[in-house]
């Protein structure tokens, strides 16, 4: 028995205390890397937080900003920021997620197919302030509009557009053949099988790529400056579609770079830790719908 | 003798231009199973496949020939799919329950055919289950994940979503070959007790499990059948030397 084992050992000649090592070794590295990646996320959100939000008051995320003097507040930019963030998801999610429904789900697979799809990848990696000069060139120039909270968020809403086309496809493309085919073979329409079979099934994929999408758009900068200005109309809770529209994001930058406040560095400490938490947030509150589902599935 | 449940008449199937199922007819009766047994690769599956029009997924596959149930001819263009599929329940070698909770896995079938009083669900849940046999298990689990279930219980969640659209043939493909001997043997009971229901045609590598569950056989060979008659002739009595090697085991 015993020559048997040593038999067969000797026809595996690897190195087994090698292959150990190596294999602790690149834990240790892999581990080691993970952590400071970790230590250097926390140290930089500490950093911006304990800056700005000992600080932090209501008077500041609601107040009204000012041109001159100190203590203005960020509320106008703060609100611009939400709504138009809301306007441009609303379209960019149903129109990206039929779009890419429609790539995984419809496409023939053909050369026109296949350019569409690296086309929409290539504009997934352009520059967002392409964006903003198409937005530019779009309401500015072609519908006389000047810069707008609508010119703003429909801009947003292409950058973001194939990103979400982007995700929506690989998450559909991702749900198991046999859960279709289940779906069909049970008498459903294909509509039928992709609202309940397939959407629900990839339903964490498409919410992840919400969530990259709308912070994506809540921190633009770029397409904001350029397609809905640096001001706001100065007023809270001002709904008008055709207002200026300086978000958060934007005003930051202009505090630290152009406002002649004497205040502007405690305004952008402030701003940017506002800017970091909501951030936070939507990743936290996305998430809490699929952790109660996963929770009862199991 | 049971009326004929469904046949096929001179079906051909291919993909591109690779043949893999050559005018194969079958008849299958009401009420009885029909095992299909041959070599990996005979073309089983796509045959299948075919009767419940599966293979429309797949872009390059060609069927021609004639499959009827009843008096409707299946590969007809004017043929609902949907009612074609809901009156055909399929179940596969994979256990593939949906992502969902042991009830909405089985009310998903119903719910699509219009099915939408809660009371009415509640009652094709239960007897869906009871004669899956798989009620005492999950009756106070209903609305836990389906995925929770093992192997086994999910394959019999699967046969009953299948029969909860209340159809009346149901073609398996390899239904226990992922299964422990246990879950296989629950299985074969399982076959045994819906056959007073409906038309099972099962394929199988299984050649006792092909003996026990099923009053007849079709030896499938490079798509063709080569022998089809009672199971009890073809274990024992077999006409063409083909299958009797296949069944003793020496290819295959
Ligand atoms: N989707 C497909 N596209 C192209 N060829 C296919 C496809 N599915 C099956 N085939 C081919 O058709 C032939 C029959 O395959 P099929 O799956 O029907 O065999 P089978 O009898 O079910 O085999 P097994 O017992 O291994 O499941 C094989 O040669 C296979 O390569
Ligand atoms: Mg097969």
Known sequence: ?298 | MQPIAMSAKDLSVSYGDSPAVRKVSLDFAAKQVTALIGPSGCGKSTFLRSLNRMNDLIPNCVVTGEIWIRDQDVNSPSTDVVSLRQKIGMVWQRPNPFHKSIYENIAFGPRYHGVKNKKKLDEIVEESLKKAALWEETKDRLHNSALALSGGQQQRLCIARSIAVKPELILMDEPASALDPVSTSKIEELIAELKQDYCIVIVTHNMHQAARVSDKTAFFLNGEVVEHDLTHNIFTNPQKPATNDYITGRFG
Not at chain 1, 73 to 93: D, E, H, R
Not at chain 1, 236 to 255: C, I, K, Q, R
């Open chain 1, 1 to 298: 028995m015993k020559s048997a084992t040593t038999g067969t050992r000797g026809m595996f000649t690897s190195d087994r205390g090698m292959n150990n090592f190596n294999n602790r070794m690149f834990t240790f590295f892999v581990w080691g890397i993970s952590a400071c990646i970790i230590l250097f996320i926390c140290a930089l959100l500490y950093l911006i937080l304990q800056k700005g939000l000992p600080s932090l008051t209501w008077d500041f995320i609601m107040g009204l900003p000012s041109e001159m003097e100190e203590g203005g507040g960020i509320g106008p930019a703060l609100f611009n920021s939400f709504y138009m963030l809301l306007i441009s998801l609303l379209i960019a999610v149903p129109l990206g997620m039929m779009a890419g429904i429609y790539l995984a789900e419809f496409a023939p697979e053909n050369k026109v197919i296949s350019f569409v799809r690296i086309c929409v990848e290539g504009l997934a990696s352009v520059p967002s302030i392409i964006f903003g000069l198409f937005g530019i060139a779009l309401f500015v120039e072609m519908f006389q509009v000047g810069l707008t909270i609508i010119g703003g968020a429909v801009s947003l809403a292409f950058l973001n557009l194939p990103v979400m086309t982007r995700v929506t496809e690989e998450a559909i493309r991702a749900v198991p053949q046999d859960m279709k085919q289940a779906s069909f073979a049970l008498g459903a329409t294909h509509l039928q099988t992709i609202r309940r079979a397939l959407i629900p099934t990839a339903v964490s994929g498409i919410v992840t790529g919400i969530c990259l999408v709308a912070g994506r758009a809540f921190g633009e900068s770029a397409v904001i400056i350029l397609t809905a200005g640096v001001t706001t109309s100065g007023e809270m809770w001002d709904f008008n579609l055709l207002s200026p529209g300086e978000t958060l994001a934007v005003h930051l930058w202009y505090v630290q770079s152009e406002a002649i406040v004497p205040d502007a560095v405690s305004i952008s400490d402030k701003s940017a830790a506002v800017l970091v938490f909501i951030i936070l947030m939507f990743n936290i509150l996305f998430r809490i719908p699929l952790w109660i589902k996963e929770r009862k599935s199991r």
